[in-house]
């Protein structure tokens, strides 16, 4: 892992390879990881066509040293070179689940007793996209827009649907 302590973050880039439809649909699936178990809003990368300062962080699906897509590989060496932080996946042995119960598989914490801890627990999540409360209260499901997915209350997502009656949100 390059980056090895987790600020607050709440907008981050996740890359990996897209040479294949299965890459591409693991990379979009590991992005939907990122989004409910970080609570940030993640994008995907499908093409080296982003401003990565527009970023807080950068996640990898696998480690920056196996990735061999060129376009993921610009996106790490910009987002390198402007001193943002990158993440590397966990390995399946730093995996497991928060005493909350909620797994942790993109970046498990650990609390001063070497426990597993999630990012609502510790603090770190943003809470809701839409109007920038915490999640305390109410469950957050992530919303797609494109290629970026979303934490956003249910009742968000419900006041939006009565205000913009043909808009489309798209739950995950």
């Given at each position: 892992?390059?980056?090895c302590?987790?600020?607050f973050?709440?907008?981050?880039?996740?890359?990996?390879?897209?040479r294949?439809?299965?890459?591409r649909?693991?990379?979009?699936?590991?992005a939907?990881?990122v989004?409910?178990?970080?609570?940030?809003?993640?994008?995907?990368?499908?093409?080296?066509?982003?401003?990565v300062?527009?970023?807080?962080?950068l996640?990898?699906?696998?480690?920056?040293?196996t990735?061999?897509?060129?376009?993921?590989?610009?996106?790490?060496?910009?987002?390198?070179a402007?001193?943002?932080?990158?993440?590397?996946s966990?390995?399946?042995?730093?995996a497991?689940?928060?005493?909350?119960?909620?797994?942790?598989s993109?970046?498990?914490l650990?609390d001063?007793?070497?426990?597993i801890q999630c990012?609502?627990?510790?603090?770190?999540?943003?809470?809701c996209?839409?109007?920038?409360e915490w999640a305390?209260?109410?469950?957050?499901?992530?919303v797609?827009r494109?290629?970026?997915?979303s934490?956003v209350h249910?009742?968000?997502?419900?006041?939006?649907r009565?205000?913009?009656?043909?808009?489309?949100i798209?739950?995950?």
């Amino acid at each position: 892992m390059l980056a090895c302590h987790t600020p607050f973050h709440t907008n981050v880039l996740v890359v990996g390879p897209t040479r294949t439809a299965d890459d591409r649909a693991f990379l979009k699936g590991y992005a939907v990881d990122v989004a409910e178990q970080t609570g940030t809003v993640t994008t995907f990368a499908l093409h080296n066509d982003y401003r990565v300062t527009d970023f807080d962080a950068l996640y990898v699906v696998g480690t920056v040293t196996t990735l061999r897509n060129a376009n993921g590989l610009v996106l790490v060496a910009e987002a390198l070179a402007a001193g943002m932080p990158v993440y590397d996946s966990a390995s399946p042995q730093e995996a497991g689940h928060c005493v909350c119960g909620l797994a942790q598989s993109v970046q498990p914490l650990r609390d001063e007793r070497g426990d597993i801890q999630c990012f609502e627990c510790s603090g770190l999540t943003m809470g809701c996209a839409h109007c920038g409360e915490w999640a305390d209260a109410e469950e957050l499901e992530i919303v797609k827009r494109g290629s970026t997915f979303s934490p956003v209350h249910s009742t968000c997502i419900a006041e939006a649907r009565r205000e913009h009656p043909r808009s489309k949100i798209v739950t995950v």
